[in-house]
């Protein structure tokens, strides 16, 4: 069984201040680890994904993440927020081994807001 | 590339009545299709799997009877919520994998369903 958890229903940070949104996993597998951002009443969009090979993965928007395996973590960062980012972000992990049914449990979310 | 629709967005339906709702990709072919539900400011809840040409995975706890899902083609799958009543109101988002896709699902905008 997998499952996600992220640290913090609610982050507010400054305009141009660090994001730093926090997520860990438990997996007995191998595992493959996604953010994904929300605008309201909109479907979800891929900021970036950890699958094999580099550890710190960059995805769009200027966000990165930073796969631990020894801390099981996979947190997310930018170094200057924009008022842009003012969303909500998921964590999602899947079972890689598990290639064709990829079913990702997803954490409960993070609403990230931008002080001006 | 990659693109999801459904369709309806949004959908406002009697108690007792049956939505149907549509999940397309646009731009591949998906051999499997998620179907999510997404309570208010919560978390997305995996309700089944869809898999062109057999019948859905449902997880558990989830209605069969109740929820209905038909993948005909690699580029449609319809979720139909038979007698709707008004806890079924939430936001119901679908996901399609590329058929030669690496995992990653591509999500849909959603369909927010009101039962009165």
């Known amino acids: 069984a997998q499952s996600v958890t992220q640290l913090g229903s609610h982050v507010s940070v400054s305009e141009g201040a660090l994001v730093l949104l926090r997520c860990n996993y438990s997996?007995?597998?191998?595992?493959?680890l996604f953010w994904y951002v929300q605008y309201p009443n909109q479907g979800l969009q891929l900021l970036l994904k950890y699958t094999t090979g580099a550890t710190l993965v960059k995805g769009i928007n200027g966000f990165e993440a930073e796969f631990k395996k020894s801390e099981t973590s996979f947190h997310l960062t930018k170094p200057s927020a924009h008022m842009s980012d003012a969303a909500e972000y998921f964590c999602?992990?899947?079972?890689?081994?598990?290639?064709?049914?990829?079913?990702?449990?997803f954490g409960t979310g993070t609403r990230l807001t931008i002080i001006p | 590339g990659a693109v999801v629709s459904q369709h309806p967005s949004w959908v406002i339906c009697k108690s007792g009545t049956s939505v149907k709702i549509e999940c397309r990709s646009l731009?591949?072919?998906?051999?499997?299709m998620f179907w999510y539900r997404q309570f208010p400011k919560q978390s997305l809840m995996l309700m089944a799997t869809?898999?062109?040409?057999?019948?859905?995975?449902?997880e558990q706890g989830v209605e069969k009877d109740k929820f209905l899902i038909n993948h005909a083609s690699l580029t449609l799958s319809t979720l139909t919520v038979t007698s709707a009543h008004p806890e079924d109101s939430s936001f119901y988002i679908c996901?399609?994998?590329?058929?030669?896709?690496?995992?990653?699902?591509?999500f849909g905008p959603g369909t927010r369903l009101t039962v009165l």
């Open positions: 869809s898999n062109e040409g057999s019948k859905a995975t449902y």
């Open positions: 996901s399609a994998i590329n058929s030669a896709g690496i995992y990653e699902q591509f």
């Open positions: 999602a992990v899947s079972d890689a081994s598990n290639f064709g049914n990829e079913k990702l449990t």
């Open positions: 997996s007995s597998v191998p595992p493959y």
């Open positions: 731009d591949f072919q998906a051999t499997t």
